[in-house]
């Protein structure tokens, strides 16, 4: 592996075995040495290959200023999440988190305690992503010592679900406000409370998360009526007017018409949690 360029003394930019730019790092890897040497592999601690050239550029910016062990720590919590899940993740996370748990751990050694008002909305919501937020505060735990707070976990949910939606995407408040209000009307049209750890209702709110994703991004298209719609709205015509409901909301409060494909997909949602709640 030849030393394409030296990002500090613990980390540089190398060709990998096949060709690809890798980035590897490791304690003093880099120290004494230049431009086109021959990487002494045995120093090597970690290596990163990010597929997109923007991200990876970033990625050398950013742990120029970085302690390598909050670099590897972070690694270490991604990885984790990645294995308490099938969902993919977009490569920005390990920058985002990175730079979060760098700040978490700066905060924590001066005594710096931080509350997230949205941990309630957030555990309810996204309860696998939630998870990946407590194994993350496990973790940092077992490795450092420090002990942070379920508000951190929660921040850390923060950076699973942005990353799960797209770096590149709306901020997490937004999609998770809309979230909150248009399951909220969900709910206020229920005579008994809906069990928030169903299968119905997390499967409900991924996909209001997406949707929000797509409508926030303005990626949504118009479509024309489709005969599934025809078909799922005579079927379920009491669903259907709890989505009347969340399509006026939608009108009222973004300025835009839900198409036909999406009303769809959200008739055939709420008509399963009214099923499995009793309410049809």
């Given amino acids: 592996m030849t030393i394409l360029k030296i990002l500090n003394n613990n ?4 060709s990998g075995k096949d060709g690809s730019e890798t980035i590897a790092m ?7 040495q230049k431009n086109g040497n021959v990487l002494d592999e045995s120093k090597i601690e970690k290596t990163f290959v990010l597929k997109t050239e923007e991200t990876s550029s970033r990625f050398q910016k950013f742990i120029k200023d970085i302690p390598m062990e909050d670099v590897f720590l972070a ?3 991604i990885s984790n999440a990645k294995k308490l899940s099938s969902k993919t993740f977009d490569e920005g996370i390990y920058i ?9 751990l700066e905060r924590a050694q001066s005594g710096i305690n931080v509350t997230n008002p949205l941990m309630s ?21 077992e490795e ?18 942005t990353a799960e939606l797209g770096e590149s995407g709306t901020r997490f408040k937004d999609v998770l406000s809309f979230v909150q209000k248009t399951s909220g009307i969900v709910e206020q049209e229920f005579s008994k409370s809906i069990d928030h750890t169903s299968i119905s209702w997390q499967r ?10 797509r409508l926030l991004s303005g990626k949504e298209i ?9 078909s799922v709205s005579s079927s379920y015509p009491k669903a259907l007017q709890i989505v009347e409901k969340i399509t006026d909301f939608i009108k009222e409060k973004y300025n835009h018409s839900v198409n036909f494909d999406e009303k769809t997909y959200l008739v055939i949602h709420v008509n399963r949690l009214q099923e499995e709640n009793g309410e049809v």
């Fill in 144 to 161: 450092t010592g420090v002990e942070l707070s379920k508000d951190e976990a929660a921040f850390f949910t923060m950076h699973f679900v």
């Fill in 26 to 32: 490791g304690r003093g890897l880099a120290f004494g």
């Fill in 204 to 213: 409900f709110i991924t996909h209001l998360s997406f949707f929000a994703q």
């Fill in 222 to 230: 118009e479509s024309k009526p489709a005969p599934l719609y025809d």
């Fill in 75 to 77: 690694e270490k919590i």
């Fill in 96 to 104: 985002t988190l990175t730079d979060h748990l760098n700040c978490a």
């Fill in 11 to 14: 980390a540089v930019v190398c």
């Fill in 121 to 141: 909305a957030i555990k309810s919501f996204y309860p696998e992503e939630f998870l990946m937020g407590e194994e993350a505060v496990k973790i940092i735990k």
